[in-house]
């Protein structure tokens, strides 16, 4: 068990590369199960979670083997079991992407609920009414069992546009018999690079991009090899970071088509940067400056689904307008406990009016003071750090793992930036 120490007030600057995108990685993990042939996924991030994902994939019997650095062959022709071990259920949300292909390759999976962030409720009533419109059937006690006969392709339409719900149909509807429809399907470029994965492997897919997928099932999949894009959120993370720290940053293999939506929303705060092809320059000369929407009025930073600005970079935003001229509305629609992780914004010296649990209003600059802190998930977290970094003085952060599930080896890259932090073991 360690920390995190940091010494704040250290404006970070350097060179670094986009890891690949963790979101898309897990359910890319989860589809070499619709395949007895070997898969090679090039640019998955050394995280907790892809490290997880693996230990299950191998629990089932299939065989994962590091060909390199971020990138692995997995081959899943000797699966032998199709109930995920309990222990490594409850680490990760993702655990549930395991339901869509275990269903349609082997026609059964079993499971506890899943693990992840504790941000409040994450339903999962979506995940069961896809999958039993394909032909599954789900029982809820206590634990899941999914079992099917028979996959059959249909009309579905999602009750939200959930993005890993969406992943499991489409990872069980490319199996099954006859055409589907996804309607209010989610969109964002990993649930792309997931669609573009199994089209790799001999899926039909069309309609990539959009909120309607189709999908003609076919009776077997191949491997293939396949590079997943860069990590938007790791990528708005640091953006965030330079801007905070009074730093600058250059970040390469960047995808300009990810990055409008955070254009939009960073803007808002006065913060820009410079694109080149796939890298981007993050200046340290910023206005940091509100802009106000038409009529003098406060601007709002607000979430919803893609090419809407992310939900998970809400709480990146949220440290970033402390340290901003200026007051803005943060309104995150989602989770009802993800804004809870304010209070400790709040006892470091920002100005934050935490209005209900989706909106705070946060006013700046305020100087930022050393604190001991506690990561109740991994934006929050990464948030966290941001904080401390800005801050004056030494702040300490605990339950680390909770950020290193979503940050590519973070306190070696931070340090190669010029940041003051470091690993402390606890007593």
Same mark, same amino acid.
């Given at each position: 068990?360690?920390?995190? &120490? $940091? +010494?704040?007030?250290?404006?970070?600057?350097?060179?670094?590369?986009?890891? @690949?995108? !963790?979101?898309?990685? #897990?359910?890319?993990?989860?589809?070499?199960?619709?395949?007895?042939?070997?898969?090679?996924?090039?640019?998955?991030? &050394? $995280? +907790?979670?892809?490290?997880?994902?693996?230990?299950?994939?191998?629990?089932? @019997?299939? !065989?994962?083997?590091? #060909?390199?650095?971020?990138?692995?062959?997995?081959?899943?022709?000797?699966?032998?079991?199709?109930?995920?071990?309990? &222990?490594?259920?409850?680490?990760?949300?993702?655990?549930?992407?395991?339901?869509?292909?275990?269903?349609?390759?082997?026609?059964?999976?079993?499971?506890?609920?899943?693990?992840?962030?504790?941000?409040?409720?994450?339903?999962?009533d979506t995940h069961f009414i896809a999958l039993e419109q394909l032909g599954a059937q789900v029982k809820v006690n206590g634990h899941f069992v999914f079992t099917a006969n028979k996959l059959i392709g249909t009309d579905i339409f999602l009750d939200e546009c959930s993005v890993t719900a969406t992943e499991n149909a489409v990872m069980a509807a490319v199996l099954a018999e006859g055409k589907t429809t996804i309607t209010n399907a989610a969109s964002e470029p990993h649930i792309q690079d997931l669609c573009n994965m199994l089209c790799a492997m001999g899926a039909k897919i069309t309609g990539i991009g959009s909120n309607i997928l189709y999908i003609d099932g076919v009776r077997k999949l191949h491997g293939c090899e396949f590079e997943i894009g860069p990590d938007y959120m790791e990528i708005g993370s640091y953006i965030g970071l330079a801007a905070a720290t009074r730093g600058s940053v250059i970040i390469k293999g960047v995808k300009n088509l990810d990055m409008r939506p955070l254009k939009v929303g960073f803007a808002k705060l006065g913060i820009s940067w410079m694109q080149d092809g796939e890298t981007i320059t993050v200046s340290s000369i910023q206005e940091m400056k509100t802009n106000a929407d038409v009529g003098t009025k406060i601007p709002k930073i607000d979430d919803s689904p893609w090419p809407g600005f992310p939900p998970d970079l809400t709480s990146i935003m949220t440290v970033v307008a402390t340290q901003v001229e200026g007051t803005v509305l943060i309104f995150e629609k989602m989770f009802e406990s993800r804004m809870f992780f304010v209070d400790k914004l709040i006892s470091m010296g920002a100005q934050i009016t935490l209005c209900d649990p989706h909106r705070a209003v946060v006013s700046g600059p305020s100087p930022l003071h050393g604190d001991h802190l506690v990561s109740p998930d991994v934006r929050a977290g990464m948030a966290m750090v941001i904080a401390a970094m800005a801050a004056r003085g030494t702040s300490r952060i605990s339950n680390v793992y909770q950020i290193e599930r979503g940050y590519e080896h973070l306190v070696e890259r931070l340090q190669s930036l010029g940041g003051h932090i470091k690993r402390v073991n606890v007593d």
């Open positions: 068990m360690y920390e995190y &120490e $940091i +010494e704040g007030g250290f404006p970070i600057k350097g060179e670094i590369t986009a890891s @690949g995108n !963790k979101n898309a990685a #897990l359910p890319c993990i989860a589809a070499t199960l619709l395949t007895d042939e070997p898969v090679i996924l090039k640019n998955i991030p &050394e $995280i +907790e979670d892809t490290g997880v994902m693996l230990n299950i994939l191998q629990s089932f @019997g299939a !065989k994962a083997e590091k #060909l390199k650095v971020n990138t692995w062959k997995i081959e899943a022709k000797d699966v032998e079991s199709c109930v995920i071990p309990a &222990e490594l259920s409850k680490k990760i949300r993702a655990s549930i992407l395991f339901a869509g292909p275990m269903v349609a390759r082997l026609g059964k999976a079993e499971m506890l609920p899943p693990g992840g962030d504790v941000i409040g409720r994450r339903r999962l």
